[in-house]
């Protein structure tokens, strides 16, 4: 899987060129915050409108499949829900990262925009994340391109741990 970065912004989104994003729901979160803040902003609020009516809560494990178009360049939103903010751990991190790689494989999504549970609230470092990450997909061959949508200061730290872990894999 080759990691590529994206700035959390709509006009940086809309110029992404996927089929697919991903982003992550807090319950309780009104409105959204994160990517899908912004995916809900320019949606009119159909994202609060669907938590308001109970449909999306961002309870642990739920997955929540919107429609991008026309408002926004992807076919496909996903929602991933992360669970209560102070209950968020690396364990967590790994059991939705690992649900977002399924649920993409099962759509067939070779490559996403996606917003990496837990980040848009610092409750996982860059580097952890994309660490975690890494080890989970690498034995998955279904994944080409994740562009993950981070702050510049984030793209530098992951770059740099992923340098990192590649020197130390290469040593004998």
Do not use: N, Y
């Amino acid at each position: 899987m080759d990691l590529r970065f994206i700035s959390p912004s709509l006009r940086k989104l809309d110029l992404s060129g996927t089929e697919v994003l991903v982003a992550a729901l807090l319950p309780g979160e009104r409105p959204p915050k994160g990517v899908a803040g912004l995916c809900d902003w320019r949606l009119g609020g159909r994202i609060s409108r669907l938590i308001a009516a109970g449909f999306a809560t961002g309870a642990l494990g739920e997955v929540l499949l919107v429609s991008g178009r026309p408002k926004l360049p992807f076919d496909k939103v996903l929602l991933f829900g992360v669970g209560v903010r102070e209950d968020f751990s690396e364990l967590v991190f790994r059991s939705v990262t690992t649900r977002v790689l399924s649920t993409l494989e099962g759509l067939r999504a070779r490559t996403a925009v996606v917003e990496l549970p837990g980040r848009h609230f610092d409750g996982i470092s860059p580097e952890r994340a994309a660490d975690i990450l890494l080890e989970i997909a690498g034995p998955r061959s279904e994944h080409d391109l994740w562009t993950l949508v981070e702050s510049s200061e984030a793209q530098r730290a992951i770059t740099q741990q992923t340098i990192l872990e590649r020197r130390r894999v290469r040593q004998p």
